[in-house]
């Protein structure tokens, strides 16, 4: 990492530093801590004189870091490359992945909304919002809602003066209007409540790590048969 100014400058490196010559990403918070990203050593701190890193001791770990973001306040925001977003309040570290939402725990770029307190959150499968007024709903954006190619490159998002989100894609480059957004009020014509195993009730959370929020199914399961679906009028019986 290089620092300068008008009169000096200064390499932060291994040789001389807790910091990795392998870096990603950069972040200055709202109290002049410049926060580093590295390549399967996790993040730093730099107050202006010391550098801390965040080990496993902090539950943080020697991870990816592609993106870093902050709330202004004094929540911080990793982008990390298999455990999703990583949030850091101060004291504690807490997680939103793919068990909360997210399209992937890959996550490419981060964009932060003070107006709306809305954290974008780009991955190789496209776009997350999730909205911290709203109990961090997760909201996903892929090919299915026009992302003609859904994979994000690192530090590939940004707002304009208008709200429009930008994104640099592996395809080109994409704008999303978050104000032309519309809930989808009308129901599914089929509306599943409950899927068994083997004519059983399942504790799906038995067979993935994380859960696909829409289907409440494993993402990436193992192979299934006889499964049955009720649906809310009539049984309807499916098998895999």
């Known amino acids: 990492m290089l620092v300068f100014n008008d009169t000096s400058e200064k390499v932060f490196d291994h040789s001389n530093s807790l910091v990795p010559d392998d870096l990603l990403s950069l972040h200055l918070d709202n109290e002049n801590n410049i926060w580093v990203g590295s390549l399967n050593e996790g993040v730093f701190k730099y107050n202006g004189n010391t550098f801390e890193q965040f080990t496993a001791k902090n539950q943080f770990g020697k991870q990816t870091v592609w993106d870093i973001e902050s709330d202004g306040k004094r929540s911080v925001f990793f982008g990390t490359s298999d455990s999703g977003i990583c949030v850091f309040d101060g004291k504690i570290i807490s997680y939103i992945s793919m068990k909360d939402g997210l399209n992937s725990n890959h996550i ?89 195993l083997f004519y059983k009730n399942t504790n ?29 009028k009539a049984n309807l019986v499916c098998r895999l």
């Open 204 to 232: 799906w959370k038995k067979y993935a790590d994380s859960m696909d929020v829409s289907t409440t199914l494993p993402i990436d399961p193992v192979s299934y048969t006889h499964l049955r679906a009720h649906e809310t």
């Open 108 to 196: 490419t770029s981060l964009l932060w909304d003070e107006k709306k307190q809305v954290l974008w959150a780009a991955s190789e499968k496209g776009l997350n919002k999730i909205d911290f007024n709203a109990n961090n709903l997760v909201s996903t954006y892929t090919q299915r809602d026009g992302l003609n190619n859904s994979s994000i490159n690192p530090n590939g998002i940004a707002k304009d003066e208008n709200g429009i989100i930008w994104l640099a894609t592996v395809n080109g480059l994409w704008q999303h209007n978050p104000a032309l957004d519309y809930p989808k009020t009308t129901p599914p014509k089929i509306q599943l409540k409950n899927i068994r």
